[in-house]
């Protein structure tokens, strides 16, 4: 899926098609990382709505003797990390995780050093009174990776998949 922009979110590769070089190239040359997006857009929201019903929609069209015991999925989600959608994001991913599907979401935040997550501060009022607190401490998804390096992405999602696979082995 891509996301972000006015074209809002898009399937690049259907789940069950054959992935082939065509594929990847085709998938390579349409995602971009300019798109801008609107707070009213919700841009990762509507991502992760769209992502969690395509998940949902293929487990559902496996037959009972398709379906592999303890059927496992991974979501991976490629972006700068800079969300808006407050408590509605926080509420779809805990209900999805909650579910005991076997969905294991990870959000890959591409960072720099120049304008890090890590330094970027929000705003709470207690009591009427503003608090500072850094902005990592309230991301909504519990699995993340910081990238500051966007070369060892390669690496990094290699390293992701291994050690998923090696976490639903044990399961």
Known sequence: ???GGATGVSELHPLGKPFDNASGVGIASALRFDQESTVEQQPVLSL????????????QSLSLF?????????FLIVADGRINEGDAMKSLI??????????????IILDTSKNSLLEVQT???????????KYM??????????LREIQSLPRTLADLIRQWVEVTLQQ
């Open 66 to 74: 398709d379906k592999p015991e303890g059927l496992h999925q991974l």
């Open 1 to 3: 899926l891509s996301f």
């Open 94 to 107: 805990h209900d999805a995780l909650a579910q005991g599907s076997g969905l294991m979401i990870v959000f």
């Open 137 to 146: 401490d309230s991301f909504p998804f519990p699995y993340y990776i910081l």
């Open 48 to 59: 992760l709505r769209e992502g969690l019903g395509i998940f949902q929609r293929q487990s």
């Open 123 to 133: 705003v709470d009022f207690v009591n009427g009174s503003p608090v500072l607190k």
